[in-house]
């Protein structure tokens, strides 16, 4: 057996327990499953991950990076919102299409997490970084589309990855592709609603502050302002 250095072989070793986790399922990935996939001995698992709860959080992270990686896609200079957004979730879709063991067990690491108290990290984490990872594409659409949100970022970012979430375990149930995307190109058009030109934002402003006596008149949440924005001003 080739000796490598711990860190390889600590991705080696998750490499190998994703490929038996995405075919046999969590509970499959045994130690020994695993020493057996990578061709090394038990020792060596031992020696590289304290125990299996330590070798799950680690290819949870992985699968993570993997997942929001896929689905990212490249932001054009300038572009209508909607067009924008829809790019971005066809990107989404594709690689949901494209993964299915992955996205299985992402779920399934997920639950887990939400089993066991030692890996409850491991559930907090994964959203943890999506949110971030939503956050981050909603800053670029700011840029892109120069516009502002109406609610505050945080929310909408939560708001994509529980609509992602749900089609994505719908289509692993059904197989519908066709209903799936459709109902994620419709959630994306909605999306689009919740943003506001840049030059237009400040009348939002002025429709919160209004006097009393325009109380009942229907009024919109305050802009969240985009970090992309302002540090054009």
């Known amino acids: 057996m080739n000796r490598l250095p711990v860190a390889e072989r600590r991705e080696q070793l998750i490499e190998a327990a994703l490929v038996v986790a995405c075919r046999d399922g ?4 045994t130690v020994r499953a695993v020493a057996a996939e990578a061709g090394v001995s038990l020792g060596v698992v031992h020696y590289c991950f304290r125990d ?4 799950l959080r680690a290819m949870a992270h ?7 990686a896929r689905g990212e896609a490249e932001m054009p200079e300038s572009a ?3 067009d924008l957004i829809m790019g971005v979730l066809d990107t989404v879709w594709d690689n949901i299409r494209a993964t299915r063991g992955p996205q299985i ?4 690491l997920t639950t887990t997490s939400l089993r066991h108290p030692e890996l409850r990290q491991v559930g907090v984490d994964q959203y943890t970084y999506s949110w971030a990872v939503a956050e981050h594409f909603l800053e670029e659409v700011e840029r892109a ?10 929310l909408v970012a939560r708001s994509i990855i529980a609509a992602v979430d749900g089609f994505s375990l719908a289509w692993l149930v059904d197989g519908d ?5 459709q109902g994620l190109r419709l959630f994306a058009e909605h999306l689009a609603t919740l943003a506001v030109p ?3 934002s400040a009348l939002l402003g002025e429709t919160r502050d209004a006097p009393e006596s325009d109380a009942d008149a229907p009024r919109l949440p305050s802009p969240v302002a985009p970090s992309g924005v302002a540090s054009l001003a």
């Open 80 to 82: 209508p919102v909607a």
């Open 52 to 55: 299996k709860d330590e070798l």
């Open 105 to 108: 067990l992402t779920y399934e």
């Open 62 to 68: 992985t699968i993570t990076l993997r997942n929001t």
């Open 145 to 154: 589309g120069r516009v502002v949100w109406r609610v505050p970022r945080h």
């Open 26 to 29: 969590v509970d499959g990935a």
């Open 198 to 200: 840049v030059d237009e």
């Open 177 to 181: 592709d066709e209903a799936g995307y």
